[in-house]
């Protein structure tokens, strides 16, 4: 078996100033499908194809030109990158990422390499539409993103026209913007056991700064067993439907066994299309536990907030503590029973100390318009013996048709335990308890 190997002054000049090896690396592909780059060495890498079957491997550093928009491109299918360490030059805006999935690619496993850098992204799919970029013929397929440390980046994994994905095991930190980017055509999507901190770069921004990010993608999408520490924006934001294909959207989700802290904004956010009313379906969150939420302090915002055009939602046994926003709050975008959110279930969680000290309309769960709703087994309210105890009221139900609104505890909300208004609603069997009220007590 054939190995040999390419030099590099490995830590003595630019990137741009080392040779480029793609052309090296092809030769050695060509004759044994394999190429390991050795410890110590860093190989600059500028624009090289992939293809089916081989493998690019070792505990060397791959970086690139300023001018190259990828290091690798992965076409064909069978294709490993493992163990390696990325290391790209500062650039900005798309396309610029060191592991690019090309049109068609399938089966390809990334794992257990160290992405480090300011570059746009790290692992990319098609470039996104918004900046003139087009989706994929054929979505890259089977894609293993696995037990890899992503350091910086704007947003470290953005794709576009990628699906049967799954991402799972990561540290994701540093990142400029978001942590996991998911665009357009994207589905069948697994992201578990991920860990991710410090997403974006500390200051308010319109670019969104979540942990996961999803635009009209999503389909079939489970998200579960992460932990999310800190965000400049919101930990999960599922949202969107394809203007042009409305089946491009995130249904079919799970979102369940997370942990969210420290974000700016809501834990978890939820809607369908705004502006035409297309809503996105089944969906559960259930499970997670969301705590220290929307540092900003907007009673208005909510550790889980579905914001509209939404049906068939379950949110079921979740731990939402000393959240500075409402606790859950699914409601339409116009306000009024429309009938763009419909089929609600909000059962057996645990919603306590959620709200803003001055805001009047702190809210531990609050509906407004929808249609078909179920809320039971939940307990609302404070506990003045753990942080921000100020709910204010306890399940407040506005302008809902078809509610049953039963065996709930309602405990020491400082205004109203209960306020439902609604057509065709039942309200019974609600516990109001007052013991225990007063951190005197």
Known sequence: MMFFFVQSAAGLETCDT???????????????????????????????????????????????????????????????????????????????????????????????????????????????????????????????????????????????????????????????????????????????????????NRTVSSDTQDAIDTQWSGNRLVITDNIVRRTESVGFDIKGVSLTDESLGSRSVIIANNHISDTLYSGIVLHGNLDTGEENYSIIIESNIIEGATRIGSYSDAAIWAKGAVKYLTIANNQIRSNYARGITVQTRSGLSDGSVTGVHINGNTVINNGVETAASSIGVFLLGVQGAIVNNNTIGNDPTLNNPHTRYGLYVSKVIDGIFTNNILRCNSAQQIFVNGTNVIVKDNLEASVGCSSSQ
């Open 18 to 200: 080392l040779e480029n090896q793609a052309p090296n690396i092809r030769s050695i592909l060509d004759n044994q499908k394999f190429v390991i780059i050795p410890n110590g060495e860093v190989w600059r890498v500028d624009n090289l194809e992939l293809k089916s079957g081989e493998s690019i491997l070792g505990a060397g550093t791959i970086c690139k030109s300023k001018l190259a928009p990828v290091s690798l491109i992965v076409n064909g299918t069978g294709i490993k990158i493992e163990n390696l360490t990325f290391s790209p030059q500062t650039v900005s805006g798309q396309p610029n990422c060191d592991i690019k999935l090309g049109d068609g690619s399938r089966d390809i496993q990334i794992s257990s390499n160290r992405f480090s850098g300011n570059s746009y992204s790290a692992i990319c799919g098609a470039d996104d539409s918004a900046v003139g970029g087009e989706a994929h013929t054929v979505p890259s397929s089977g894609v293993i993103v696995s037990d890899n440390l992503f350091i910086g980046y704007v947003r470290p994994i953005f794709l576009h026209s990628v699906d049967n994905i799954n991402i799972r095991n990561n540290i994701i930190r540093e990142s400029l913007r978001d942590g996991i980017r998911l665009r357009e055509n994207d589905g069948f999507v697994l992201i578990s056991g991920n860990q991710f901190i410090d997403i974006g």
